[in-house]
Structure formats: C-alpha cells, structure tokens
C-alpha cells in the first residue's frame, strides 16, 4: 500500500491535468466563491478519507482472516446492494438478476457449510482471530527481505 499508493496518485493527477477542462472549474457553482470552493474541498477530503479507511480496513481484515473470507464478505455486499436498488431504488428486478442472486445465494451458504464442516473436524486448527499470534499489529513485509529469507531456508534445509 505505501509503495502503490504514491504512485496511483502521481498518474492520476497527470491524467486529471491532460483531460480535464480546469480552466472551467471555477465556473461551477462549486467552487465559484470561497465558501463553495471550501466545501467541496471538505467533501472531497472526506471521501478521500473515507476512501483510505476503508482500503486500511480490507488490508487489516485480510491480514486477520483470509483473501476468501474477505471475497465473501463482499459478495454479501453485493446481494445487499441489489437488494436495496429493487426496493429503495425501484430498480427492475430481472431474470438474470434473480438467476446471479440464487447463485450468489448458494455459493455463500456452501461456502459457509464447508468453513462449518472443516471446523467441526479439527476445532484446533481453524484460525482464529483472537489468538496469540494476532495479537500484533499487522506490519509491513518487504518482499526483499523476503526473498532472502526464503533463500537462506532453502539452503540451510538442504543437506
């Protein structure tokens, strides 16, 4: 993340400055006095800030759990969010729609039966987010260093 993050917002800026009409931008109502321009600024940030939460909350839950669980978690969102779109929204429910819900549906529960099972069999070895281990801070992992480190295993376990 610290290694991605600086660079996605160096090529978006370059893209914003070559395709976008700045020179217009204080012509919106958005930004055409102070007190506009320092709302959407606010609004901006608190999106960005938002943004950045919520992709430090995936990595710490992946770092907790796994990238499955995670996956799964998501596509409850998703059901959720078609949900709300029919019934708040009145978005047209449609066959396919129906068809990727049922099947969403079924993934979910089969997936849940067999985290179920497998827990069921060896209590002991499901992971747990509370145990000794996790107690730490997620932390940083250079991949060099890594590397190195799966070298000098490699090398230390062959005889």
């Not at 070559?18 to 600024?41: C, G, N, Q």
Request: charged share 15%; net charge negative.
């Amino acid at each position: 993340m610290s290694y991605l993050t600086p660079v996605m917002a160096l090529i978006t800026a370059i893209f914003s400055l070559i395709t976008e009409p700045w020179s217009s931008l204080s012509k919106t109502r958005y930004f055409d006095t102070r007190e506009h321009t320092l709302v959407s600024s606010m609004l901006m940030l608190l999106g960005g800030a938002l943004a950045f939460f919520m992709v430090l909350t995936e990595y710490l839950l992946i770092s907790a759990t796994s990238a499955v669980t995670f996956t799964v978690a998501g596509i409850v969102k998703e059901v959720v969010t078609i949900v709300v779109a029919v019934f708040f929204f009145h978005d047209p429910f449609t066959v396919l729609k129906g068809i990727g819900l049922l099947v969403i549906i079924i993934g979910v529960c089969l997936f849940n039966w067999y985290k179920y099972q497998k827990f069921r069999k060896n209590p002991s070895n499901e992971s747990n987010i509370f145990n000794e281990q996790n107690k730490v801070a997620a932390r940083y992992v250079i991949l060099e260093d890594m590397e190195d480190d799966v070298g000098t295993e490699s090398e230390s376990y062959s005889v």
